[in-house]
């Protein structure tokens, strides 16, 4: 049985993560989770993708304990060849989860279940969190192993909600609830009901938007961090300019002038 399957409608991809019972991630999530990217990019109808757990009560947990421990035991028996990968497979994550960050579609992710670990990077990596009320946890609980977050978690979170509340939540090992994940910015959004359906309808709203602004907009703002502020400042010119020159923002602002339109709309 498939662990990450992906399902294209209307536009809306949505990708399902699937690993029964417990819904841990392994090498086979990785490996699935990659080959449904490639799926969605491959399809010029895609505008949206949302990101959600298939089993009950989980979006996707931690990392599955059995192969980190076997890895941990190779690790220490094993030399490493200079330039060899020791986690070639941790690296796969890490690009995997790269590649949602730089996707010019906008990704959502429905949590609907526990979210801890592996699971929560999957998460951190999409742009926006949506979460369900009801009594499970959301975090990386990875010190409580003596470990760290192998694939840009630490990184992710500190940038998401500050250095401060980021040192708390890891070096405790702490996870949260959704209501506390919504109060410190981990998500944006507590669902009434189903977080799916609220994705959906957040996902269907980009259908309304012209695409190449959503691209540009998702790299701007993904690259704030990065940059200094002017240069940030110079990018956004820089494609406010050239989307002035593209035919759908002119119609839309010849719309607008004759009332035709709303911008808030």
Known sequence: MPQVTVRIEEG??????????????????VEQLGFALDTIEANPSVFAVVVTGGEAGVFASHYSAEELEILSRHLRMTKQAPGEDPLPLATLFAHTLARIEASPLPF?????????GAGFEIALACDIRIVEDDGYT????????????????SQ???????QARALELLLMGRTVSPIQAVQMGIAQELAPDLAIDAATIMAGRFA????????????????????????????????????????????RLHDLNRGERDITD
Not at 12 to 29: E, K, M, Q
Not at 108 to 116: D, E, L, W
Request: charged share 20%; net charge positive.
């Open 138 to 153: 959301i975090g990386l609980p990875d010190a409580n192993l003596g470990l760290v977050p192998g694939a840009g978690g």
């Open 208 to 251: 309304d938007q012209y695409r190449p602004a959503t691209a540009r907009l998702k790299h701007l703002i993904r690259g704030a961090a990065d940059l200094p502020l002017a240069q940030g400042i110079a990018a956004e010119r820089a494609a406010f300019l050239a989307l002035l020159r593209e035919d759908e923002p002119l119609a």
């Open 108 to 116: 959502i992710a429905a949590i609907n279940g526990t979210c801890i």
């Open 12 to 29: 809306i991809a949505l990708v399902v993560l699937s690993n029964p019972p417990h819904g841990h991630v392994d090498r086979v999530t």
């Open 156 to 162: 992710r979170l500190t940038r998401l909600i500050g």
